[in-house]
T-cell receptor, first 110, second 116 residues
Framework: QQPVQSPQAVILREGEDAVINCSSSKALYSVHWYRQKHGEAPVFLMILLKGGEQKGHEKISASFNEKKQQSSLYLTASQLSYSGTYFCGTGERGTYKYIFGTGTRLKVLA | DAGVIQSPRHEVTEMGQEVTLRCKPISGHNSLFWYRQTMMRGLELLIYFNNNVPIDDSGMPEDRFSAKMPNASFSTLKIQPSEPRDSAVYFC??????????????FGDGTRLSIL
């Protein structure tokens, strides 16, 4: 079952903040976040391991709530370069399956 | 350091033809992933190799699809015969062992495949 991301799309002005959520119907072992710009490959942002959170990139941070089977990505003081589609990804514990979320399209305007 | 290298970048071919996509992972990485991306289905994992051995191919859509990894520095994804619904962007990614949990995956630039 593919993790569901919300919102599906968001438009911001430069300097505004945004939150992207990733929810899974299965227990999350770890959560990865990637950003994909149009016509390019996904680029790794950060990994959150069970029980912790990890800041990885620019003014972007994330949290991981195991109980709620959710992860959230926080973009602070957004810049034009933050535009793109954000994906969460997770591996199923005990298997080697890896699944990307539904994606969130983010557009930052000047 | 060189990243993941995929070839060709673009492929246009007629239905029924054999298509071969190629991938060279980052040196030292021992996990390799093939993904397909479409607007309708998003990013789908097709197959995953650890140390050149296929571990999970449950995402391979049909017998028309096959993947090999003859050595640590090369993998191929073949479609034979190709169909228009196979049109998509195909990505290869590599990671250190553990890429499904605690290691980041590094993606190649992708192959944009169009089947006419």
């Amino acid at each position: 079952q593919q993790p569901v991301q919300s919102p599906q799309a968001v438009i911001l002005r430069e300097g505004e903040d945004a939150v992207i959520n990733c929810s899974s119907s299965k227990a999350l072992y770890s959560v990865h976040w990637y950003r994909q710009k149009h016509g390019e490959a996904p680029v790794f942002l950060m990994i959150l391991l069970k029980g912790g959170e990890q800041k990885g990139h620019e003014k972007i941070s994330a949290s991981f709530n195991e109980k709620k089977q959710q992860s959230s990505l926080y973009l602070t003081a957004s810049q034009l370069s933050y535009s793109g589609t954000y994906f969460c990804g997770t591996g199923e514990r005990g298997t080697y399956k890896y699944i990307f979320g539904t994606g969130t399209r983010l557009k930052v305007l000047a | 350091d060189a990243g993941v290298i995929q070839s060709p970048r673009h492929e246009v071919t007629e239905m029924g033809q054999e298509v071969t996509l190629r991938c060279k992972p980052i040196s030292g990485h021992n996990s390799l992933f093939w993904y397909r991306q479409t607007m309708m289905r998003g990013l789908e994992l097709l197959i995953y190799f650890n140390n050149n051995v296929p571990i999970d191919d449950s995402g391979m859509p049909e017998d028309r699809f096959s993947a090999k990894m003859p050595n640590a520095s090369f993998s191929t994804l073949k479609i034979q015969p190709s169909e228009p619904r196979d049109s998509a962007v195909y990505f290869c990614a590599s990671s250190l062992l553990g890429g499904v949990d605690n290691q980041p995956q590094h993606f190649g630039d992708g192959t944009r495949l169009s089947i006419l």
